[in-house]
């Protein structure tokens, strides 16, 4: 039986949405001695996922998926719901923002097999989501801020999550020949099997 594209497409957003949270609670586990508070750590492994996810999935299913996949991790996480669906929302949205940039500044979409590309959207993505969390805390949740030196934090440790994430990715993709595939799970519209 052969699955429909919408059908697909949810399949992959429960499935990588787990995948983020797992992500998140080993990344927590593995590099608790890195964490400089529950929200920022020197190394932060799930931000390769939300960009990967973005870029395989397409931006609107790649939204979902990351903001699904951080609604088990709410209760980890310290202040009221509202803050924690919001800190989920800025989540979902950098990565999406990130590419909207990368889009608009190289007049290009990007390429998934040609990894300049994806450590260009990588840095955008740390740079954006260090930024975007930290504008949400300073309206909502001043009690996040710590001191001036959070931000850089934040954003050498997306980037050198994703980085090292990207590179994997890409290598693994040009091993094992998945572009095409890829390439077709990424299309946000169905296409004509023929």
């Known amino acids: ?20 949270s797992l992500t998140h609670l080993a990344n927590a586990w593995l590099f608790q001695f890195l964490s400089v508070s529950p929200n920022i750590s020197w190394i932060y492994l799930p931000a390769f996922l939300r960009v990967i996810y973005l ?3 397409g931006p609107w ?20 719901l509202s803050q924690a669906l919001l800190n989920a929302l800025c989540s979902a949205l950098s990565p999406v923002l990130a590419l909207g940039l990368f889009k608009l500044l190289k007049q290009r979409d990007l390429l998934l097999n040609r990894l300049s590309d994806l450590i260009e959207l990588c840095l955008l993505y740390a740079l954006l989501n260090a930024v975007v969390h ?4 300073a309206l909502q949740q001043p009690d996040q801020l710590f001191n001036v ?8 440790g997306d980037l050198l999550g994703a980085v090292v994430g990207a590179y ?17 799970l990424s299309q946000t519209k169905p296409t004509d099997p023929s």
């Open 55 to 57: 870029l395989v999935l």
């Open 134 to 137: 930290h504008l949400s805390w």
């Open 149 to 156: 030196t959070q931000l850089p934090i934040m954003v050498v």
């Open 61 to 80: 299913w790649g939204f979902a998926t990351i903001f699904l996949g951080s609604l088990p991790l709410l209760g980890t996480l310290e202040g009221s």
């Open 168 to 184: 994997l990715f890409s290598l693994l993709i040009r091993r094992l020949g998945l572009y095409k595939k890829l390439e077709r």
């Open 1 to 20: 039986m052969r699955l429909g594209f919408y059908q697909e497409k949810v399949l992959w957003v429960i499935v990588c949405a787990a995948l983020f």
